[in-house]
T-cell receptor, first 112, second 114 residues
Framework: EAQVTQNPRYLITVTGKKLTVTCSQN?????MSWYRQDPGLGLRQIYY???????DKGDVPEGYKVSRKEKRNFPLILESPSPNQTSLYFC???????????FGDGTRLSIL | GENVEQHPSTLSVQEGDSAVIKCTYS??????FPWYKQELGKRPQLIID?????GEKKDQRIAVTLNKTAKHFSLHITETQPEDSAVYFC?????????????FGKGTRLHILP
């Protein structure tokens, strides 16, 4: 089954404790992206990657890092999480430009 | 940079009536416009999309129209049903020579009233 898998689905942690949210897709997609979703603000793009070893900033990259060492994986790293990064995070992938994205099921992060 | 405005933020319609959600975008280079539906607690899922070389696209009860001159696109849902209740997002995509950004509207919460 074609899917985008995120882990963990839920995480409660404390300020300053490094965390990583993993994302993996099995569709051989070149493009992968991370979004955060906050009430009233919609989906905002954090980072995206057009191919292996190529990453670019989206609209809200501050406080986040990503890497794309393999085509299928695109982890999101919070080196020193802060409470304003409490949010619902979605990973997505697509095969080519002007194609629809496939979203993962989301990761709800709470930073205390 | 690109900006996408979506209206209204909340919409209530009687079951069986039509619903229209409107979006405008700022960058004339945008060339792909998807619409996503997000049910409570679920991930966004594509319901329809349109490319800049097409003015209208229809899929059963759902249609999207695009006016490139006005930089405006709309989602139309006819004969609304209870299962249409959800949050709907429009988006605009720009593919440059080395980037591929996607900007989403802030969403419309659609309530279908019995």
């Amino acid at each position: 089954e074609a899917q985008v898998t995120q882990n963990p689905r839920y995480l409660i942690t404390v300020t300053g404790k490094k965390l990583t949210v993993t994302c993996s897709q099995n569709m051989n997609h070149e493009y992968m992206s991370w979004y955060r979703q906050d009430p009233g603000l919609g989906l905002r793009q954090i980072y995206y990657s057009m191919n292996v070893e190529v990453t670019d900033k989206g609209d809200v990259p501050e406080g986040y890092k990503v890497s794309r060492k393999e085509k299928r994986n695109f982890p999101l790293i919070l080196e020193s999480p802060s409470p304003n990064q409490t949010s619902l995070y979605f990973c997505a992938s697509k095969g080519a430009s002007n194609q629809p994205q496939h979203f993962g099921d989301g990761t709800r992060l709470s930073i205390l | 940079g690109e900006n996408v405005e979506q209206h209204p933020s909340t919409l209530s319609v009687q079951e069986g009536d039509s619903a229209v959600i409107k979006c405008t975008y700022s960058d004339s280079a945008s060339n792909y416009f998807p619409w996503y539906k997000q049910e409570l607690g679920k991930r966004p899922q594509l319901i329809i999309d349109i490319r800049s070389n097409v003015g209208e696209k229809k899929d059963q009860r759902i249609a999207v129209t695009l006016n490139k001159t006005a930089k405006h696109f709309s989602l139309h849902i006819t004969e609304t049903q209870p299962e249409d209740s959800a949050v709907y997002f429009c988006a605009a995509s720009i593919r440059g020579w080395r980037d591929d950004k996607i900007i989403f509207g802030k969403g419309t919460r659609l309530h279908i009233l019995p």
